[in-house]
């Protein structure tokens, strides 16, 4: 009897709902990865601005601008050298009492820069207790002025030129001292700021050390805590007993 050959091993075809459950496994999975893109995208975004607006933040720090409280002084004795009046002068006195009313209230906001604002408020006082200096040496050269013309009327020359020569020297002895207030309120600004920059910086070594000191302290306490605990576990362990043997 003859046997027939077998053609083909019998195999099924994929049914119409495997195949429509493939596809929609493939959908979904083609899904997800496209949300997981989106997230990672997302992501990348969000990390990219915090680092852009941290980067400006700094920017910003850094270009903070310094308090330049010694300027306070130096305009009130430029104002207080250029007053040629009485009014003038006490304008540029007003202007000092104000200055050191709204020092004194940063002094007490702002104790990093307090010998700057230290410094600018002693000039300031000295400033208005100069101008009523300055209000008598023009009360003086005033008088000096008004007897050199009533010696011109009465043609006393002599007398007149003397009167000229006093009111020149004391006017240029003036200039200079008022000369001298200001390079004195530049001198001590200057001094000041050295003296809270070096303050700031050795406040930054100190922190810098004491930061450093703590991080070797917590270094060997965690050297030490290892240590105790491997030693515990030692001692934790059991003892075997020493086999004796017994046989003759």
């Known amino acids: 009897m003859a046997v027939q050959p077998i053609s083909a ?27 997981e893109e989106g997230r990672a995208t997302l992501a990348d975004m969000i ?9 400006q933040r700094e920017k910003f720090k850094l270009a903070k601008v310094t308090p330049r409280y010694g ?5 009130a004795y430029a104002r207080l050298s250029r007053a040629r009046t009485q ?5 540029a006195a007003g202007y000092a009492s104000r ?21 600018a408020i002693g000039q300031l006082k000295k400033a208005v207790s100069r101008a009523s200096q300055k209000k008598r040496a023009l009360t003086r050269e005033q008088l000096a002025l008004a007897r050199q013309k009533r010696m011109a009327r009465e043609n006393r020359h002599r007398e007149e030129q003397r009167i000229r ?8 002895m003036r200039a200079v001292r008022e000369s001298g207030w200001f390079r004195e309120a530049d001198i001590a600004n200057r001094q000041a700021e050295q003296l809270s920059a070096t303050r700031m910086e050795l406040r930054a070594q100190a922190e810098q050390l004491g930061a450093a000191a703590q991080k070797s302290i917590d270094a060997a306490m965690q050297g030490y805590s290892a240590g105790a605990q491997l030693a515990a576990a030692d001692v934790d362990a059991p003892i075997e007993a020493p086999q004796v043997n017994v046989q003759a």
């Open 87 to 91: 009014s003038q002068v006490g304008s």
């Open 71 to 75: 300027d306070a002084p130096l305009e």
């Open 9 to 35: 091993v019998g195999r099924e075809e994929p049914s119409a709902a495997d195949q429509a459950e493939g596809r929609y496994n493939e959908l979904l999975a083609q899904s997800l990865k496209k949300q």
């Open 165 to 172: 020569q006093q009111l020149r020297r004391a006017q240029s």
């Open 47 to 55: 990390r990219d601005a915090r680092e852009k607006a941290d980067a």
């Open 99 to 119: 200055r050191i009313a709204q020092l004194e209230a940063a002094q007490r906001s702002d104790p990093d820069h307090a010998d700057q604002i230290k410094a």
